[in-house]
């Protein structure tokens, strides 16, 4: 079992800089692969980024290469999801996501074994 806990949201201005956290406790998260997600009102939950814990590669959504870094963090088992030079269209619950499978990747939410419970970014213009 594995908890996962986000925080950082909040209501921003466009152009401004957000930087969300990703808790995980309750199992080592060394060999899994772990996502950012996002959803929008009325919208399906959409793949944002990525990580494989083991080397840090990652992996972006296409809508989110160029302003949003994902990365651990300094906390051991954090992770984070830097966005930049946000935009009213970024407006969405976040939530991190952990895949319990040794082969990576995973862009689907059913990809995905855990998730938190959600962090609301408000970007307003």
């Known amino acids: 079992q594995v908890q996962l806990v986000e925080s950082g949201g909040g209501l921003v201005q466009a152009g401004d800089s957000l930087r969300l956290s990703c808790a995980a406790s309750?199992?080592?998260?060394?060999?899994?692969?772990m996502g950012w997600f996002r959803q929008a009102p009325g919208k399906k939950r959409e793949f944002v980024a990525r990580?494989?814990?083991?080397?840090?590669?990652?992996d972006y959504a296409h809508t989110a290469k160029g302003r949003f870094t994902i990365s651990k963090g300094n906390a051991k088992n954090t992770m984070c999801l830097q966005i930049d030079s946000l935009k009213p269209e970024d407006t969405a619950v976040y939530y991190c996501?952990?895949?319990?499978?040794?082969?990576?990747?995973?862009?689907?939410?059913?990809?995905?074994?855990?998730w938190g419970q959600g962090t609301q970014v408000t970007v307003s213009s």
């Open positions: 990580i494989r814990w083991s080397d840090s590669r990652s």
């Open positions: 996501a952990i895949r319990t499978s040794l082969h990576y990747g995973g862009s689907e939410p059913g990809d995905f074994n855990y």
């Open positions: 309750g199992r080592t998260v060394n060999e899994y692969t």
